[in-house]
């Protein structure tokens, strides 16, 4: 019987080189949302609770409507990568796999509905 270190049975594997890709990407997506935020709570904080009227024509400025957008597209993404990566830790198999196919169906169909949602606030 042969006793082989945690090392040498790792040996010629290769790595996925992919850990460090979603550590970034989730690096910059939550320093993006650390600025987003406090700017999406500022400029929809004065409006809520308007009529739709005036909710139409707030959103119809670039302004809210661009920091809306881009917080729906970043917060959603960053959704993406953290529950893919809870996925990988704690699910194995061909479950991960339809787990992981869809989370990110329905990250990107709520992104794509909120998207749609200020779309039609500001046209």
């Known amino acids: 019987m042969r006793y082989l270190t ?6 010629g594997m290769g790595s996925a080189k992919t850990g460090t890709a979603h550590f970034w990407a989730m690096k910059v997506s939550s320093v993006g949302l650390l600025v ?15 009529d739709y009227a ?3 024509a707030y959103y119809a400025k670039p302004f809210p409507a661009i920091v809306a957008a881009l917080t729906i597209v970043v917060a959603f993404m ?5 529950v893919q990566v809870l996925i990988e830790d704690y699910v194995h198999g061909t479950a991960q796999k339809i787990l992981i196919i869809a989370m990110i169906c329905l990250s990107y169909a709520a992104a ?10 500001a046209l």
């Open 78 to 82: 960053h959704f993406k990568d953290g």
């Open 112 to 121: 794509a509905t909120g998207l749609f949602a200020i779309a039609r606030l």
């Open 54 to 56: 005036t909710m139409t």
């Open 36 to 50: 987003l935020i406090p700017l999406f709570l500022l400029t929809f904080g004065p409006i809520l609770g308007a």
């Open 6 to 11: 945690d090392r040498k049975r790792a040996m």
